[in-house]
């Protein structure tokens, strides 16, 4: 089971514990391994000087292509997990957080892969455009890209 939040306030403890995964596909007692993934704003992007980026999407869009996302992760899974993702909306200054993304499991692999799949699935499907502010006054709007060429098939 994946919750998300999508927020435009500032992303500090974002997800709490563990406690998020009761519930879901991973049993009270079962969680072995919590797996977050943290996604900060650095200075270094496109162009000058990163001061800022501006992540800009409509919630319910991403509430849904989050869900389907989250939905093949799952059956591709090599074991049952649970997450959450916390997005941020808005202008986010560099050393702040955009993205939180926490997964459990019984066994740490599967967090970890579930993390993987699910940030990577965010940076390719989900509708959330990205603007970085520069030092020197200007602002570019970003073509989405993955980190993981083996993942375009998705």
């Known amino acids: 089971m994946l919750s998300v939040h999508v927020t435009y ?12 995964a009761r519930g879901g596909r991973v049993g009270p007692g079962e969680v072995g ?23 800009d ?8 292509a989050v869900g389907r996302m989250a939905d093949a992760v799952a059956r591709a899974a090599s074991a049952p997990w649970d997450g959450r993702i916390v997005l941020r909306l808005g202008r986010v200054d560099v050393g702040d957080v955009g993205v939180v993304i926490a997964t459990t499991s019984a066994h740490r692999a599967a967090a970890y892969e579930a993390n993987l799949a699910l940030l990577e699935g965010l940076k390719r499907q989900v509708p959330i455009w990205k603007c970085e502010h520069y030092d020197d006054g200007t602002s570019v709007w970003l073509d989405g890209r993955s980190l993981r060429a083996e993942l375009d098939e998705w």
Do not use: P
């Not at 992303?11 to 709490?16: M, Q, R, S």
């Not at 999407?57 to 849904?64: E, N, S």
């Open 57 to 64: 999407g409509h919630v319910r869009l991403i509430r849904k």
């Open 33 to 55: 391994a919590w797996v977050e993934f943290r996604g900060i704003v650095r200075r270094i992007g496109e162009g000058a000087g990163v001061v800022a980026m501006t992540y």
């Open 9 to 20: 306030d500032i992303l500090e403890g974002a997800t709490g514990d563990a406690s998020f």
